[in-house]
């Protein structure tokens, strides 16, 4: 089996410049796609060859599937790597992707379609034996039944979307008296966005924590986990600090969420990168919440952790090589932070496009910046506001916070509002610091929780 001589990379921005990297690395060629407004954009510079799909509005270019395979086609290339976003969870492209004789860098449109049905994929996981919340086997009918459900299992719960996942779709019913009301108010959000109104249940965990593990499979059936991330800091179903490990991590925590994680895979017949997401109540039980079967905005601390290259290993599982390593081989060693910098007004949390008119990286030892931005950039408010990582890597968690302030004070951003200034405030924080927190910690220190906005990752 050998690796692919060329790819196309459907997305833009940083992840787009990632996955060229990882290629470069393999000796593999890279084909960059654009809309109108990206021309200047730097994976459009850094591939070796670049295709316009499209105008600026991403249903007629990165999401446009005729375009992307036609660009694939006229450039001979043999894969397509989907990043995050856009098509990367589309089951009709990994689908066209097959009939085109293109190699989807990614599991099966079974898998990706099964992934994407919550409710299915919580009954599929509760019949192989991975712990899930207590809720409905299935999606709930009628809201009859679904009340017959949320009286078994107690008040407060939780109505979500099948469709749904990162937010949307999704309401807390706290006693009775609300329920009917949330039930509505949930169908109606599902069929808006997804244009499917059906809907599962499940008890609320009040102060859970959001813990995800990492996993990757070959096409033999060899699956290995690379241990979990906290992604419990996050505002308005948007993440903003990930880091691995988790501080509520000890080895039998992680051997356990660990084999949980590899069962749902296998329970998925799962192939290439995806992530298993857990919750994690207070008392430190696991459960399954959902199974996202793409690689991820916060691959980098599990990278960081491990040493393993998360995108390289696609790339190969995607033509044909097997894993080459053991689970007894994958060591945790030292503490990564992730802090996403959006262009985004850091109070409000509200998109800031524009020109950067002067930008500094920061570097120096264990430090990293996965980043499209350069100096004298636009941009676009088109797209998703995530305009770098910077992820630091520290022989412990003291070292990797320290790492990470200093990072922040080093990385120059004008010309636009960025969340840096969030994320110094975060860092201080005496909770964060402990490693005391979960999900609900930023809305107590900030206005109520408005609407969900769509999640990339
Ligand atoms: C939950 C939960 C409590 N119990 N599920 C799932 C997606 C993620 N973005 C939020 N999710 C949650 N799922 C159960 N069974 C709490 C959250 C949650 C949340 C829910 C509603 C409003 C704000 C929230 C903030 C963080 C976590």
Redesign the pocket.
Known sequence: MKLFKKVLIANRGEIAVRIIRACKELGIKTVAIYSDVDKESLHTKLADESVCVGPASSAQSYNNIPSILTAAEITDSEAIHPGYGFLSENPHFAEACLTSGIVFIGPSADTIRLGGDKAKARQTMKRRGVPV?PGSDGPVVTEEAALKVAKRIGFPV?VKASAG???RG?R?AKDEAEFEKQYYMAQREALTAFGNGELYL????TE?R?IEVQIIGDTKGNILHLGERDCSI?RR?QKLIEEAPSTIATEKFRKKIGEYAVKAARALKYRNAGTVEF?VDPDNNIYF?EMNTRLQVEHPVTEYVTGIDIVKEQLKIAAGLPLELKQTQVKISGHSIECRINAEDPDRFIPCPGKITFLALPGGPGVRVDTAAYNGCVIPSHYDSLIAKLIVHGRDRSEAIARMKRALDEFIIEGIKTTIPFHKKVLNMPAFVKGDFN??FL?KMSAP?QNAVK?TS
């Not at 499940?202 to 965990?205: A, N």
């Open positions: 919340v939780i996942g990162g937010g999704m807390v499940e008890k609320y965990i859970m959001h996050q179903h919750i919440m999900t609900s809305e929780v999640e």
